[in-house]
């Protein structure tokens, strides 16, 4: 990173990778150029997240998002947790149709919100 600021001192750097601890927990972590006015030198910011965590909260700003009912938001957050339909009705103790028709109607509530916001954006 500090060689990528001294060769190119006007660009953006962003540098990205994962690191996966065990097969259930992995991290991301980036490094950031900052120029500061209060700093004569360039800055490094380094960020360190959960991977689990940014994406189950990612999976919480959609459920109130597409306004999905507590059932539905449970099941969205086990699908985005990349469980299958299976391990989605068992967690839950419901039945694979069951898991199926909740999937229908948050994807038919994604694609409404999608085609509102495409229709706001035209008008």
């Keep these: ?15 990205e990778s994962e690191i ?9 972590i980036r490094a950031v150029k ?7 030198n360039p800055c490094i910011l380094v960020t ?11 999976a ?8 999905l009912t507590p059932r539905e938001a449970e099941v969205w957050l086990l699908r985005r947790a ?8 068992d967690e839950l103790r419901i039945t694979l ?11 038919a509530k994604i694609k409404f919100y999608q085609f509102k916001q495409e229709f706001l954006e035209a008008n």
């Excluded at 990173?1 to 540098?15: A, F, G, R, T, V």
């Excluded at 990349?82 to 009705?89: C, K, L, W």
């Excluded at 149709?97 to 994807?107: A, F, G, S």
């Design 82 to 89: 990349d469980y299958s339909y299976q391990e989605i009705a």
């Design 60 to 67: 919480i700003a959609e459920v109130n998002k597409y306004d």
């Design 1 to 15: 990173m500090l060689d990528s600021c001294e060769l190119y001192p006007n660009q953006s750097i962003i540098i």
């Design 34 to 40: 900052l120029t500061l006015d209060s700093f004569e």
């Design 20 to 28: 996966i601890t065990d097969p259930s927990t992995s991290f991301r």
């Design 97 to 107: 149709n069951t898991v199926k028709k909740h999937l229908k109607n948050i994807y």
């Design 48 to 58: 360190l997240e959960n991977h689990d965590q940014y994406a189950e909260s990612f």
